[in-house]
């Protein structure tokens, strides 16, 4: 920021808007780019362009910086979809390319609030010029006029785009909740059968390549004896043997979303201390994982 002592008007007024509208322009910028962390280097950047520039016949500085703020982010999704397109399709870094999620835990946290996970996967499948369209228009209201000063298309262009992502999000949406409704009815139906002690009902739920594993937090809770197996860590294979160990437990664990995908969680005193995520594949789960480790569940999002 500016010294005080030493700004001029235009500076004292600019910082006099930029302030109060830091927070709305952060949850623009982390709507855009689906990271916290980026969201502060695009505000950051937006500040810079906006000290840089002649302010003087600037009528709306709250839309004018909504506006540079929105073309940082454009930016920084066009420069995040060349570093993709440089890797090749089976580079590890590509997905960490296309997500790129913020550094600190803590910084995500604010990006959770905002931004349910589900959306963050939608938007992610977006061009960038139809996510920065989608999510200032739906989600902000901001005019096409505005839009298509930040994209440099015209207004009708901005207002297409906008339109084809928003068919794109919701035909994705109704794909992702017809399988994520399936996927909820499998967990639960499997929580109900591990209760009963349903050996059978569990046995048609499970792939027969099933596999369960448990984090060595789960195991220094206690969880070898819980479960009755010393292999947990390790992973444990087979639709037999996993039906085995969970008929008659799991009784306190309770049916969730982790990370928006079906799972389960067991809570004490308010926290949730195992998260239970489940794989499934054709009608059938074919993973499960325990998960106790603190740090893990930190990070993770839970909805009941």
Known sequence: MLDGTAMTGDAQRLVACFEPARPRLRRVAAR???SAAEADDALQEAWLRASRAEIAHVSNLDAWLTTITARACYDALERRARRREELTPDDPRREAAAHAPGEHPEDEALLRDSVGTALRVLLDALAPAERVAFVLHDLFDVPFEQIGIVLGRSVD??????????RRVRGTAVHRHAATQRHDELVRAFLHAARSANFPALIALLDPGATLRADAAVLAMGG?????????????????????????????????????????????????????????????????????????????????
Do not use: N
């Not at 297409?160 to 992502?165: D, G, I, N, V, Y």
């Not at 085995?244 to 309770?254: D, L, V």
């Open 224 to 304: 070898a004896q819980y479960w009755q197996s010393g292999d947990l860590e390790t992973g444990i294979r087979g639709a037999d043997t996993v039906a085995r160990i969970f008929a008659g437990r799991a009784r306190a664990a309770i049916a969730a979303l982790i990370d928006g995908t079906p799972g389960a969680v067991w809570m004490h005193e308010g926290a949730v201390r195992v998260a239970f995520r489940f794989g499934v594949a054709d009608d059938r789960i074919t993973a499960i994982e325990l998960v106790a480790d603190p740090a893990v569940l930190a990070r993770i999002e839970v909805e009941r």
């Open 32 to 34: 855009i780019l689906g």
């Open 157 to 166: 262009a901005a207002r297409q785009l906008a339109s084809r992502a928003r």
